[in-house]
Structure formats: C-alpha cells, structure tokens
C-alpha cells in the first residue's frame, strides 16, 4: 500500500489486539461485555501465531499510532483496548474465504477512511521486555513427576 494508505502490518496488529482480546470470540454482539484490555505481550504473542513472527518495534508503534488515529483501539497506561468502532468493524467484516483473515481485514481497512494519525510511541525497551516476557511464557513448565507425592484419597 501507498504511504498514505493502510499497511499490511497495520491489519496484522488490529486482528493481534482483536483476537488477543477476545473481542472478536464467534462475532459477539454488540451488547455484551467486552475485555477490559491486552498487554503488548499478548498482542507480540497472537502476532506470533498469526505469521510466525513477531513484530518489530516500529511494526508495532506505526500501527497503533494509525489504529488509534482511525478511532479503532486506544492504548491507556500499556492497555491495548479495541474501541466500538473497532469492534463494529471486526464484526461486520466478511468472512475470509480463501484469504487470512489478516488479509482480509487489510482489505476492509484500505475500503475504509484513510487511517490516522496519533501521538503514542513505543519505546525500545517496553517493546524488548514484552518480547522477552513472551518468550519466557513460551517455556514449557517442566513436566512434574508422580513419584515422590502422596495420593490423598
């Protein structure tokens, strides 16, 4: 897409922040309870298993900045929030046929206004410890052995 026009990445953040959210759990309606939020871990870790990579830092800031500008998430003290807007918008998108639904969502952004533009910045260091607490998570507990405990009948 064109400078001025919105990004592949930019429908790859949105569906992470959607799908982390659960705000987009079997196309709620618009009358029940939406999450209160989703941490930059949670949204570096859904991007993860939507294209096997996690974001960069300037991937993550750009999208947001535009995503908040559009009035489709707001960030409030590292809360990722997705507003009506937003979810009205992931409701209301057509199913994905053959394409992602990242894919798909880029599409319905592009038939969209222009994305915005606000002033929120993600610093180098929020985006580093998010990466490593998601890498941490990633770690298998070590599996516990039944020897040793007592069985309490």
Do not use: C, K
């Not at 199913?95 to 610093?123: K, N, Y």
């Not at 998010?130 to 009948?153: D, F, M």
């Amino acid at each position: 897409m064109g400078e001025n026009g919105w990004r592949w990445s930019d429908a790859w953040i949105f569906v992470s922040l959607v799908i982390a959210s659960g705000a987009g759990r079997h196309r709620r309606a618009a009358s029940t309870r939406r999450p209160e939020g989703v941490r930059l871990t949670d949204v570096l870790s859904t991007a993860d298993h939507l294209n096997q990579a996690i974001p960069e830092r300037h991937e993550v800031e750009d999208a947001v900045r535009r995503l908040v500008g559009a009035g489709l998430v707001s960030v409030t003290d590292g809360w990722f929030r997705i507003t009506t807007d937003g979810e009205q918008l992931w409701r209301t998108r057509p199913s994905s046929g053959l394409g992602t639904t990242v894919d798909t969502m880029q599409g319905v952004l592009s038939r969209r206004r222009a994305p915005g533009a606000a002033e929120w910045s993600l610093h180098e260091e929020e985006h580093a410890a998010a990466v490593q607490e998601y890498y941490v998570r990633s770690i298998p507990a070590p599996r516990r052995s039944p020897e040793g405990h007592t069985r309490r009948s």
